[in-house]
Each structure stands twice: as structure tokens, then as C-alpha cells.
């Protein structure tokens, strides 16, 4: 230095600086260290802060007269460095030499300020609001500045008069625009032009870069929400943290408008922040899934060559081949090529996260890092403190620097954390979004043999729990190198202090290291076994839910009850054994530092008599082992959190990896040609493993014909369908689809949305066209009665519609878009035989509104085959036969046969009657229509069923439209803690002083974040439930082309979701900071208090107060977040109440009122007066009901839809309660009995058939009270005995979730075996039979006529020969039933007598009794009943050319 400043101006003078009462720092040093130190750190971060510059352009900020001003100061700041500098020049042409410091720091500050004034106008361009960097700078510049500052001051005072004028002079002009740069620095820049940063949506419009970024989301929220949502999307309440300046986001002032607006006011959705660009799904699925497709890319690549060939596609001329073609199959293919298959190199989802959110995570870890460092300043400055005290000679600026020092660290040390952990939530928000997104996507595209491995229960669980383990480790994932750092770094310093005693204290700790290391092993099992006994459980929840209706009707609620206690049961095995083992782990680290204390000071005092604890050595020692008790008590926590998460990143990491329907396996190409749809040699499967569903298919469908698909149930009708959507695994041949396509699935799906949305499913609004879809679809009577029309809200899975009109609405959304190709999977098995017939007339057939397009129907009607272009007859998975009607005829096959039994015959009589049933009804729209009009509670019957569930399950549903995802999600989110560290290490008189000064914050902040937490649960629903409905709907979405559209909607609402998590994330960040400011607080004035004290204090009590004192920070921070977590958290509590008080059903048992064990003996039933409604405040949806049906009796129920059919019987079960009057069942009053006594005598075959995951014998035996025998025996009967033998597991055949892995049609023969099994007195039929076709139907009346003959039955029908032979029908329209002998009708009301008495069957409809059968008699001969039957559902298309055609 003396080479620099010269002999006469020294660096260092310890009397002049330290032992004095008025301390300053020689010219040298001021001249060097002070002038260089901002210098230094600007020029060390420029090209860091260059390339970060270069990297983010947010637009273009106009010059601002505060940016002129910056620009004009930063320029005089030049001028006045370089004006010492030339002044220097000067003095040295005068011979006045001057040391080399007077050129080099000048020259170094001019550029250093130029350097300053060229960042100035870089942000400016670049759109930077406010510079941290440049606040930095100026800061540190100032603070420098103070010592020349006030040592110029001291040397004016001191002398005459100043010597050196100009550099006095030019100092304090450097030193006042310094000031006012940092000052101008606190303030913010306009927003840039061209950028997403808008500060006030009225006063500045959107920018045409905004409009765009919205354009997606703006889109989709009209067909979501309404035109409401698009109009809500515009106002957008942007987030102030994009404009806040750089002071604002260290101390999250920004927050403080939302936690007083929440203090004031309840929060509700409008008042949250838009979620920054950043944040969005949009920036963050994206960035995941292009580093997860360079990991499969570079797995793919790394495989062994062999392997290769294997995958590579085959060409098309060996695919074509029927058997017999020279040359190996793909099957032996596969097999010599097994043996040579490197096993493949899994793709890293781990290494894709990290280059995903690697860098921004860094950020995070860097501020950890210093914030490491800094937290060991405050005890060598509590050593210098205590030493302070003890010199009693000392001067007192010494102790107030340390005291303020101190201060200064602790607040320094409070910002850098809570960055650290704003970057880390941040961090874990990011991934969530982006594993969410990354999930929907995928569960979007896999096979359906993935589906199978992945039930919607399991993927739910990956987005929910596993998703939110990963967003919970980031949180504390550094502290998985900072724990060893610290530890590190307390022991160095323990070692000066205490010497090798410290190595006790290590000892103990290494000791505990192994004992850990089994816990987290053990952990990892039980945590593997728990998640498979969760995802069971949540399956399980899902099956139970959805056929929750299924469950009530059969009285199995037991039965499922238990199996779900015994996965619960298991899964609590599980937890308690982890529990444990946490416990142990917990005790082992939280004692460990006291135990390394203890043995450390115990060992330092016994190994030499000359070791003495004193204050000093004592209380730095405890404050470092206080230091050391947070990574020790983290770690186990961290690694505990780690295990968990590495186990979700196998699951994530397995799911993801499943195999993807391949897009091209169907030919989509729009190519000029005769065939719209064609199928060449065509083999395909469900999954690679099964055997094949479809061989040798051969099909090619000219454009504009009406292709018919018939054949039995299970025949592979539905798989030739699914073929043609690319839905199954080509094994061979080529399909190709030309043109657009709808579809229309066997079971219909409707979205939980307004009914025109459903319709319209995203095409744009058209009212002409749509009136014409309505009236084609039969849907414009349905309308009248919905409470908003069209713009009702439909329930989750359409529960607020009748089966018939779900059905319809389907059809009605492949109408309106306008496709090329229709395929239409048995759309009119749900809808009655006239419904069904001018739905074929004005739709589908040849006259119809889609005449001119491709149209491929599934169907069991055989009236509508004369009128269509081609019959497809299927056959064990093949083309039996193919031709038009007649050609058919002509081949004299077994379809012919079939035909001749099933022919139309003439029967005008039917035909008339008929014609008058439809006038009679066109007479009484009102009658026809549904009464299902509650708009929010949907459909009562399976409403009420969700809604009071089985009690005694901890899951009960509360709401219509989404109760599945809610019971899932509350059950979920209210189980769920997050693992928070705590420091209960305070003294009595500190936690008085910590109540009183946090209770203020704490109410601010319990207020907005209790809100913020309630609205988060909230918006957390519909994610899950958007989820599952696309699950469920699927082939649907992928038909016709809706991908994107869903995927947007999936982001969308996870970004509603993250809208109210920031900010709750940020409230934390926020009371952080100011309760540990307060704390600090207390540092300073205990370190105040003891430097104004030390003549009184000795330094044990001056060692005791300040290091008790350091501890209070985090004290404070942990007791006000965790008496604000319980607060928050008591919401899952208050849910949970809400659910334990939601009124249930009536009891299942009532021991003083149960019937006789064999009750009923006769089976009469009788409704006196009988009324009901969905639920109080609704309509009478049966009005005084009257009737009395005689024990044996069989009954028929007619009508259309939503005449309330389903309603009368379902009364029997009590899922309806009465309104007055009420039923009898052999003179047993129904309501005074409990409901599994009533129940369990009754059987139902309802009209959706339900099946739950499990084997087929729990299916048909829950509870196990048949033999095996008896099961065959219903299975003969139900006529499915063949299928189950020829599956290689027979009884015991796994059943997929909702029994997808059978046909409807099999799944309705599964429900029939069950009854066959029950063998009640009563019997239900609800449609019963309405998938199943014409030949099988026959087969089960048999059945139903042999094996029920004594038995009542009750059968609603859509098809008349099924209630044909019936003794009675009854019509309930008009809510009034009635009832006539012999034939099945729907009557319409007698206007004459007031409604009330039925009439006399209309002498039209009267059929002779030589044409009904007995009730004995076989209905495979030709009968009237199959003649009604068809002449009903073919009125319109003249009955007698399709007489002669047959």
C-alpha cells in the first residue's frame, strides 16, 4: 500500500482508528478499500448482468424524466471523478507530486459511473422497472461514502481553513448526487411498452403481445363458463409484484394492500391477482415436456440396435397378408428378437426436472448459501461483545457498532432466507404445475392396456399427492448440502472455541448417522407399501361413488363398507409403524444437539483442569450449537421427505413412460376417394399381450352410405368401432378414415357444463343450425322444463338428465359439427321405440339430416336394416357376412335365419296404434318431457344416493355436480401435513414479549392467509374433476379433435388453483419479514441495553440476554406460522364436521320393526295416494298414485322419458322418500322398516349396469352367501356361462374398473345373473335389456318367465314385446298412472274426467287373445310380441314394403 498512497499517508493506524473516543480512518484507507469496494462488486456483476439482460427483454421503456435525471446524474458523476483526476494532472505540471492513489481511484470511479450510467439506459431498453444491481451499488456507495463524509467534516472543524479546496469541493458534489441516485433508485419505471407488465388494466389496454398470450385462455373460457368468463378474462387484476421495485420484493411490501383488503374484508376469487406469465402452465408444462422428450430421445437411442429393428415399422405388404403368407409373423419376430433385446435404459424424469427447473432453483440456493455464511457472523460478534464488557476501559462507539452491527447481519440474514424460500416455493409451484399438465397430457394419450395398469384413482393420486410431495421437498431440498455446511462450519468455530473436545460432540453425531440410515431404509418400504394401499383405497372410493346408486339398490353397503376399512386398516398398520419410526428419528436429532452439547462441554472440562467455562466460551459455544440444532433437526426431515418423494418420482417417472395410442395406426389423409372408411385385412387387439378382439376384417364403406353393424352381444361390434378411432393396437392391415369424424359412444358422455356446451363442444354458435340439431335429436320438448333452457348446468356425468336424453345429447353434439364420418355405437338402445323412430327418420337414415354422410350404426333394431345401404354381420370377432338387406336374404345365412324369425310381419293394427300414441302425446308435450329440473342437485335419485352416501364411511358427498372429486379431494387435502420445522427453545419472559409485539401482524396476516387457504381448497376441485370427466371421456375428446382444447382447459384451472396459492405463499414470506424485523429488534436493544449496562452486567447475564435474544427470530417466525397453520388448517376440520352433519338417509335397521325373516310371502304391493319429489321445494314428480299389484303378477311401466318411470319404482327401494301417502308391500308399511331389510328383499337389474374392479364372482356374490353351484347356475340361466368358461380364470375372471373389459351388453348379463342369484319376491326391471340384442333379449324374457313365475316383476321397457304377455301396464304420465290389461301403451290423460280414472283401452289397441302368449309359452316362435315390437319401432318407413322385403 505504501508503494500506492505514499509514506506519508499510511494504511492502517491502530490509535487513530480503534483506541480512541473518536475514531477515523486514515486517507489511504478511505482512498483504497471505501473507494474501490462499490467499484469491485459492479464490475465483478456486469457480465452477469449483461448476459441476464441480453437473455430477458421485456419490452421498451420510454425515457421518463426520473430516467433523464438518473442518465444526467450518473454523466456529472463521470464528469466530477475526472475532474480529481485532471486536477491530479494539473498539480503534477505544477511539480506538486501526488501519490499514484490520486490517479487510479479517480479513474477508477469515472468508469465505474459511466459503466453505471450505460446499465441505466441498458434496463431501460431491455424494460427493467427496478434494478437491484444498480440499488446495490449506490447503496454501497454511500455507505462508503459516510466515513470520508464525516472525516472531512472533523478535519475542516479542526483546522483553519481547508487545504485542499477542489477535492473537498468535488467530494461532497459526488457524495449529494450519489444520495440522489439512491433515492431515485427506491422509485420505479413506467411499465415497458410491448410487454405482459400492465400496472392498470382500466388506463392501459392490452397490448397486442397480451391479447395473443390470453388468446388461448379467452377462447376456452366462453365454451367453459359462458360469455361471463370471457368478459371476467378481460379485466385482469395483474400482479403488483411485476412492477414492484427492487425494495418492494426484498421485503414483499407489495403483499401488503391483499393482507389489508383481507384483514378488512372476507377475499373472494375477483379480488386475487392474475398469476405472472412466468407462473403459468403455459411456460411451465411446455418446458418439462420438452426436457422429458429429449430423456426418452436419448433412452431410445442408447438401446441396443437389435431392439431397433424390433420397433421399426414394418412395410405395409407383410402387414397385408391373411395367414399363410411366406416369411416369419410380427408374433415370431418378436420372439427371435426377444433373446437378443438388451433390457431397455429407462428415460431419468429426475434428470428432466433438473434441466427444467434446475437454473431458476440455483437462484434459490445461492441466496442459501450466503445466508449459511452470514448466520455464523453473529456469534463472533457476541464473542467480541462479551469480551467488550469485560474491558472496562473500552470506548463505548466499540460496543454500539457491534450492537448495531449485529442488527444489521440479523436483518441482512432475514431478507437472504426469505428469497431463498420465495425461490423455493416458487420452484415447488413450477413443478406441481408442470407435473399436473405433464400427467393430464399423457392420461390423454395411453393405450388402453396402460389404462388398465393406471385406474383413475392411482393417476388422481399423481396429481394430487405425489405431484404435491415434490412441490413440498423443494422447500427444503437445499438444505440437503447446507445441513453438512453448517455442521461444518459450527464445528471449525466449536474448535477454536473448545479444541479437541468438540470431536465428543462429532462422535455422538456419527453415532447417529447408521441408526438413521435403517429408519430412512425402513421408511422407504412402508412408504412404497402405503402409497399401493392409498391408491387402492382411493380406486376403491372412486368405484363406490360412481355406483354408489348400484350399492343402495342391492344393500351391499356393508359389504363394501368392510373392504374399504380393510385397506384403511392396512394403510393405518402402515402409517403407525412410519409413525414409529419418525417418532424415533424425531427424538434421536432433536436430542442431538443437546447431547452434543453436553458431552462436548463435559469432555472440554474434564480433559484439563487449565479448561474453565466462562461466560464467553460457554454462551458463543451454546449459540453455535443453537446454530447447529436447525440442520440437525431438518435433516431427518428432509431425507424422510426425500425418501417419500423418490418414491412418487417412480410412480410419475412409470406412468409417463406407458405406452401411447399410435396416431397414425388410422389413415386420416382427406384423399379424393370412392370409400370413406376402409378396413383391409384388418387385426387388432386391446392390449400387445391379449389375444386379438378382431381378425381378418375386411370392410370398405362408399361415401355417403349407411353401413348397419349387427350381430350378438360381445360379438365385437364396439372393437370395430374403437378400430376405426385408432382406439385399439393394430396388429395388421390398414384402416383409413377420410375426413372428419363424430362419435357417438354406446354409454353417452356428457361434460359437467351448460347443455349447449355439450352440443356446441366447442364449435362456435350458430342458431339456425342448432334449432335444426335440437328438432332432429328430439331434444326441443326437453328445453321447456329445464329451468334455464339450453343454459342449464348439467351435473358431473349428466346426473340431472334421464338415460334416454343423455343419449339424445350425444347425438345432438355430433350432429352439430358437421363432420364427414358418423360412427354411432347402438345410439338408440337408451330411447323408447317412437323416440327411437324419428330419431332414426330425421337423423340417421335415409332421409335424415345427415343423408349425404358417411354413417356406420351399431345397433340390435332389425326395423331400421331394410332402409340402410349395407349390413355388417359380426361374429366372435370377424365379418360373418356383408351385403345389402336383400343379398343377405338371398345367401340364405344364419343371419337370414335369424331374420325369418325376427321378420316384420303386417300388422296394421300396430302401426295405427302407434300413429295415435305419438299423436296423443304430440297433443300433451309437457307430459313427455323430463322432470328432472333442479339445476344444481342433478338428478335426485343418484343425488341423493352421492349425497347421503353410507354412513360410517369417512367419505360423504355434498354437492350434485362435483360430489366424486370433493369427497376424494377434501378426504385428501384434510389428511395431508406439511412437515414444518419448529424451535421451542425460549425463555417464559421472551414468549410474553413475542406474543404481544406478533399478535398484531399475526391477525393481519391469519385473516388473508386463512382466506387465501379456503380459496385454494376451493379451486383445487374442479382440476381433479376436469381431470376425471376427461378420463372418462376420452375416445370421445380424441374423436373429434378436442385435444388441445381440453389440455387448455386442464391448464386453465390449475392456474386458476395457483392464482390463490402464490399469493399464500407470499403472505408467509411477508409476516416472515416482519416478525423476525422485530425480532431483530430485540437483538439490537438487548445488545444496546447491555453495551449502556456494562458497568453493572457481568458477561454471563450480557451472554445469556443476547444470545436468548438471537434465538427469538426464529421463535417468533415459528410461532406465528404455527398458531396460523392451525388456524388455516382447522378449515379441513370445519369440512370434515360439515360432512359428519350432512343429513343421512333413514337407519338401515330398526330391530322393533323388522319383518318376518321370510317377508314377503306373496309379494303384493300396493301405492295408496302415493306423491314424491326429488327433495323439499321441488315439484311432485308422482302425484297421488294409486295401485295394487297382486303377489305373481307381472307388471309392465311405459311411457316416455321422463315420465317418471324410474321414479315409481325406485320408491320401492326408498331412495325417494314420500311426500304423502305411502307403499305397502303384504300389508307391511315400507316407510316404518329399516332399508336394508327392505332392500335385501327386493331385486332390481338397473337400467346402467354397474361393475366393480374385482373378479367376477364378487360381482355376482359380495358378501359370499352362494355356493359355486348357484353361481353357474345363475350364469347358465343369464345365458353368459359360455363366455366366463372360456376365460382362462372362470369365476375368478378380474373385472377392469367399471367392468370395461366386458361389453354393455355383458355387463347387463352380469346384472341379470345377480337377480337370478337374490331370487326375491319383488322384481325390478329398468330397461334391463336395452343393449342387448334381439335373439338374447328373447332367451333372458324366458328366463325371467321360467325362473320368476311366482314372483311380482316390474319391467320398464322401451320395447313392447318385452311387457307384451304382462297381465297389466301402467303409464305414469302426467304424474297420475295408469293402468290397462293386455297391452303396453302410453296413455295419454283423460282430459274429460279431469285426469284422474283411466280409460278403457282404445278399441284400436285391443289384441286378440290368441295373439298374446302365456305366460309359459316360448318366445322364440313368432309371436305378436315380437310383432308389436317391430311395427312399432318401424312406423314411418311403410310397414308393408318392409314386409316384402323380409
Not at 445 to 451: E, L, R, S
Not at 812 to 828: K, N, T
Not at 969 to 982: A, D, F, L, V
Request: charged share 20%; with cysteine.
Amino acid at each position: 500500500m505504501e508503494r500506492l498512497c505514499g509514506p506519508e499517508l499510511p494504511f492502517w493506524v491502530a490509535n487513530q482508528t480503534l483506541h480512541t473516543d473518536q475514531p477515523d480512518l486514515p486517507l489511504c484507507f478511505q482512498l483504497t478499500v471505501l473507494s474501490w469496494l462499490p467499484c469491485i462488486y459492479l464490475w465483478t456483476v456486469s457480465p452477469i448482468y449483461l448476459f441476464y439482460l441480453k437473455k430477458n427483454n421485456r419490452g421498451y421503456i420510454m425515457m421518463s424524466i426520473m430516467n433523464r435525471f438518473k442518465t444526467v446524474f450518473g454523466l456529472l458523476l463521470w464528469f466530477v471523478c475526472w475532474t480529481d483526476l485532471f486536477y491530479t494532472f494539473h498539480e503534477t505540471q505544477q511539480e506538486i507530486s501526488q501519490p499514484p492513489i490520486f490517479f487510479i481511484t479517480p479513474l477508477m470511479l469515472g468508469m465505474t459511473m459511466l459503466l453505471a450510467t450505460f446499465f441505466i439506459q441498458c434496463e431501460r431498453l431491455r424494460g427493467v422497472q427496478s434494478s437491484g444491481v444498480l440499488f446495490i451499488f449506490w447503496f454501497l456507495s454511500v455507505l462508503c461514502a459516510v466515513v470520508p463524509f464525516r472525516s472531512k467534516i472533523l478535519q475542516a472543524s479542526s483546522e483553519v481553513e481547508v487545504t485542499d479546496k477542489l477535492r473537498f469541493t468535488t467530494f461532497y458534489f459526488y457524495f449529494g448526487l450519489v444520495v440522489l441516485e439512491l433515492i431515485l433508485c427506491c422509485f420505479n419505471e413506467k411499465p415497458p411498452l410491448f410487454s405482459n407488465v400492465v400496472a392498470d388494466p382500466v388506463s392501459h389496454p392490452l397490448q397486442p403481445a397480451q391479447k395473443l398470450s390470453t388468446l388461448c385462455m379467452l377462447e376456452h373460457a366462453s365454451y367453459i363458463e359462458g360469455p361471463e368468463c370471457f368478459e371476467d378474462c378481460l379485466c385482469l387484476n395483474v400482479c403488483p409484484e411485476s412492477t414492484a421495485g427492487f425494495l418492494s420484493k426484498m421485503t414483499f411490501w407489495w403483499f401488503t394492500s391483499m393482507a389489508i383488503k383481507g384483514y378488512k374484508m372476507p377475499l373472494e376469487a375477483k379480488d386475487l391477482w392474475s398469476l405472472n406469465q412466468r407462473d403459468s402452465s403455459k411456460a411451465m408444462v411446455p418446458k418439462l415436456l420438452k426436457e422429458w422428450e429429449k430423456e426418452q430421445a436419448k433412452a431410445k437411442r442408447k438401446q441396443n440396435p437389435s431392439s431397433q429393428v424390433f420397433y421399426s415399422k414394418p412395410p405395409p405388404s407383410t402387414t397385408n397378408h391373411i395367414g399363410g403368407a411366406s416369411g416369419a409373423s410380427p408374433e415370431e419376430d418378436e420372439v427371435l428378437l426377444s433373446d437378443q433385446k438388451a433390457v431397455p435404459r429407462q428415460p431419468s424424469f429426475l434428470r428432466a426436472l433438473i434441466k427444467a427447473f434446475g437454473p431458476y432453483f440455483l437462484i434459490g440456493s445461492a441466496y442459501k448459501l450466503l445466508q449459511d455464511v452470514i448466520t455464523f457472523v453473529n456469534p463472533q460478534l457476541l464473542r467480541m461483545l462479551i469480551s467488550f464488557t469485560k474491558q472496562k476501559d473500552a470506548p463505548d462507539w466499540w460496543g454500539y457498532s457491534l450492537a448495531f452491527l449485529m442488527f444489521f447481519t440479523a436483518f441482512l440474514q432475514t431478507l437472504i432466507l426469505h428469497q431463498h424460500f420465495q425461490y423455493c416455493f416458487v420452484t415447488g409451484m413450477h413443478v406441481r404445475t408442470a407435473l399436473i399438465g405433464a400427467i393430464y397430457r399423457k392420461s390423454l394419450a395411453i393405450t388402453n392396456a396402460a389404462k388398465r395398469s393406471s385406474t383413475l384413482g392411482e393417476v388422481v393420486n399423481l396429481m394430487s399427492v405425489d405431484a404435491q410431495r415434490f412441490m413440498d421437498l423443494t422447500t427444503f431440498l437445499n438444505m440437503l448440502w447446507s445441513a453438512p455446511l453448517q455442521i461444518m462450519l459450527t464445528l471449525y468455530f466449536l474448535w477454536q472455541n473448545l479444541g479437541p473436545s468438540v470431536l465428543a460432540g462429532v462422535a455422538v453425531m456419527i453415532l447417529l448417522i447408521p441408526f438413521n440410515a435403517v429408519i430412512a431404509m425402513k421408511s422407504r418400504a412402508y412408504q412404497v407399501e402405503q402409497m399401493q394401499h392409498k391408491d387402492s383405497r382411493i380406486k376403491l372410493m372412486n368405484e363406490i361413488l360412481n355406483g354408489i346408486k348400484v350399492l343402495k339398490l342391492y344393500a351391499w353397503e356393508n359389504s363394501f363398507k368392510e373392504k374399504v376399512l380393510a385397506i384403511r386398516q392396512k394403510e393405518l398398520d402402515v402409517l403407525k409403524k412410519a409413525s414409529y419410526l419418525g417418532a424415533l428419528s424425531t427424538m434421536a436429532w432433536t436430542s442431538a444437539p443437546f447431547m452434543v452439547a453436553l458431552t462436548t462441554f463435559a469432555v472440554y472440562v474434564m480433559v484439563d483442569e487449565k479448561n474453565i467455562l466462562d461466560a464467553e466460551t460457554a454462551f458463543v459455544s451454546l449459540s453455535l450449537f443453537n446454530i447447529l440444532r436447525f440442520p440437525l433437526n431438518m435433516l431427518p426431515q428432509v431425507i424422510s421427505s426425500l425418501v417419500q418423494t423418490s418414491v412418487s418420482l417412480k410412480r410419475i417417472q412409470s406412468f409417463l413412460s406407458h405406452d401411447e395410442l399410435d396416431p397414425n395406426s388410422v389413415d386420416r389423409k382427406n384423399t379424393p376417394s370412392d370409400f370413406s372408411v376402409t378396413v383391409v385385412n384388418g387385426k387388432f387387439t386391446w392390449a400387445q399381450e391379449e389375444s386379438p378382439v378382431l381378425h381378418n376384417i375386411n370392410v370398405l364403406v362408399p361415401q355417403g352410405s349407411l353401413l348397419a353393424v349387427v350381430g350378438h352381444v360381445g360379438c365385437g361390434k364396439s372393437s370395430l368401432i374403437s378400430a376405426l378411432l385408432g382406439e385399439t393396437e393394430k396388429l395388421e392391415g390398414d384402416v383409413s378414415v377420410r375426413g372428419s369424424v363424430a362419435y357417438v359412444p354406446q354409454q353417452a358422455w356428457i361434460q359437467n357444463a351448460t347443455l349447449r356446451d355439450n352440443i356446441l363442444f366447442g364449435k362456435l354458435y350458430n342458431e339456425q343450425k342448432y334449432r335444426c340439431v335440437l328438432e332432429a335429436c328430439a331434444l326441443t320438448p326437453d328445453l321447456e322444463v329445464l329451468p334455464g333452457g339450453d343454459m342449464t348446468e348439467i351435473g358431473e356425468k349428466g346426473i340431472n338428465l334421464s338415460g334416454g336424453q343423455r343419449q339424445r345429447v350425444s347425438l345432438a353434439r355430433a350432429l352439430y359439427s358437421d363432420a364427414d364420418v358418423y360412427l354411432l355405437d347402438d345410439p338408440l338402445s337408451a330411447v323408447d321405440a317412437h323416440v327411437s323412430k324419428h330419431i332414426f327418420d330425421n337423423l340417421i337414415g335415409p332421409e335424415g339430416a345427415l343423408k349425404g354422410k358417411t354413417r356406420i350404426l351399431v345397433t340390435h333394431g332389425i326395423s331400421y336394416l331394410p332402409q340402410v345401404d349395407n349390413i355388417v354381420v359380426m361374429a366372435d370377432g370377424r365379418v360373418s357376412e356383408m351385403g345389402s338387406y336383400q343379398e343377405l336374404l338371398k345367401q340364405n345365412g344364419a343371419f337370414a335365419e335369424f331374420l325369418r324369425n325376427y321378420a316384420l310381419e303386417d300388422i296394421v293394427e300396430e302401426d295405427e296404434a302407434t300413429e295415435e300414441i305419438i299423436d296423443d302425446e304430440d297433443l300433451y308435450p309437457e307430459d313427455t318431457l323430463s322432470n328432472h329440473t333442479d339445476m344444481v342437485d342433478s338428478e335426485p335419485v343418484i343425488n341423493e344416493a352421492k349425497r347421503k352416501f353410507i354412513r360410517q364411511i369417512s367419505i360423504i358427498s355434498a354437492d350434485g355436480e362435483t360430489p366424486k372429486s370433493r369427497s376424494v379431494r377434501r378426504h385428501g387435502c384434510s389428511q395431508r401435513k406439511h412437515p414444518e420445522p419448529q424451535e421451542k427453545e425460549s425463555q417464559r419472559i421472551e414468549k410474553l414479549i413475542q406474543a404481544e409485539t406478533a399478535e398484531t401482524g399475526r391477525r393481519f396476516y391469519v385473516a388473508t392467509s386463512r382466506q387465501l387457504k379456503r380459496l385454494e381448497s376451493i379451486n383445487r376441485s374442479p382440476i381433479y374433476s376436469h381431470f376425471s370427466e376427461t378420463i372418462t371421456g376420452s375416445s370421445v375428446i380424441r374423436a373429434f379433435g378436442r385435444h388441445s382444447a381440453f389440455v387448455c382447459m386442464s391448464d386453465m384451472k390449475v392456474d386458476e388453483n395457483q392464482k390463490s396459492y402464490y399469493p399464500g405463499i407470499v403472505s408467509n414470506r411477508w409476516l416472515g419479514v416482519r416478525i423476525e424485523f422485530i425480532g431483530n429488534c430485540i437483538v439490537l436493544f438487548a445488545a444496546l441495553f447491555a453495551v449502556t449496562g456494562k458497568d453493572d452486567l457481568n458477561p454471563g447475564l450480557v451472554g445469556l440476554s443476547v444470545s436468548y435474544a438471537l434465538q427469538v427470530t426464529m421463535s417468533l417466525n415459528w410461532m406465528v406460522r404455527m398458531t396460523s397453520d392451525l388456524e388455516n388448517n382447522i378449515v379441513a376440520v370445519e369440512r370434515v364436521k360439515e360432512y359428519s352433519e350432512t343429513k343421512t338417509e333413514a337407519p338401515w335397521e330398526i330391530e322393533d320393526k323388522k319383518p318376518p325373516p321370510d317377508w314377503p310371502i306373496q309379494g303384493n304391493v300396493e301405492f295408496h295416494n302415493y306423491s314424491v319429489r326429488y327433495r323439499e321445494g321441488l315439484d311432485l314428480v308422482l302425484k297421488n298414485l294409486s295401485l295394487s299389484v297382486k303377489g305373481g303378477e307381472k307388471v309392465g311401466i311405459v311411457g316416455r322419458t321422463g315420465a317418471g318411470k324410474s321414479s315409481m319404482t325406485l320408491c320401492l327401494f326408498r331412495l325417494l322418500e314420500a311426500a304423502e301417502g305411502e307403499i305397502s308391500i303384504d300389508d307391511v308399511k315400507i316407510s316404518e322398516i329399516g332399508l336394508h331389510d327392505l332392500r335385501s328383499k327386493l331385486t332390481i337389474i338397473p337400467q346402467e349396469p354397474v361393475l366393480f374392479s374385482g373378479t367376477l364372482r364378487m360381482n355376482l356374490d359380495p358378501f359370499e352367501k352362494y355356493s359355486d353351484e348357484e353361481v353357474w347356475k345363475a350364469l347358465e340361466h343369464s345365458h353368459l356361462h359360455k363366455f366366463v368358461r372360456n376365460q382362462p380364470a372362470k369365476l375368478e375372471m378380474e373385472c377392469s374398473e367399471g367392468g370395461e373389459n366386458l361389453s354393455v351388453g355383458q355387463r347387463q348379463l352380469v346384472c341379470l345373473a345377480r337377480a337370478l342369484l337374490r331370487k326375491t319376491r319383488i322384481l325390478i326391471l329398468d330397461e334391463a335389456t336395452a343393449a342387448i340384442d334381439l335373439e338374447t333379449d328373447d332367451l333372458i324374457q324366458s328366463t325371467i318367465r321360467t325362473q320368476f313365475e311366482d314372483c311380482t316383476v316390474f319391467t320398464i321397457a322401451h320395447r313392447l314385446n318385452t311387457v307384451m304377455d304382462y297381465k297389466r301396464s301402467v303409464n305414469p304420465l302426467r304424474s297420475v298412472a295408469r293402468t290397462c290389461a293386455g297391452i303396453a301403451v302410453a296413455w295419454q290423460p283423460d282430459t274429460r274426467s279431469g285426469g284422474e280414472a283411466p280409460r278403457a283401452c282404445p278399441r284400436k289397441l285391443r289384441v286378440p287373445a290368441s295373439r298374446v302368449p302365456s305366460r309359459g309359452q316360448s318366445a322364440t316362435s313368432g309371436t305378436a310380441s315380437r310383432r308389436v315390437n317391430a311395427g312399432i319401432v318401424a312406423r314411418g318407413s311403410p310397414t308393408s314394403r318392409a314386409h316384402q322385403m323380409a
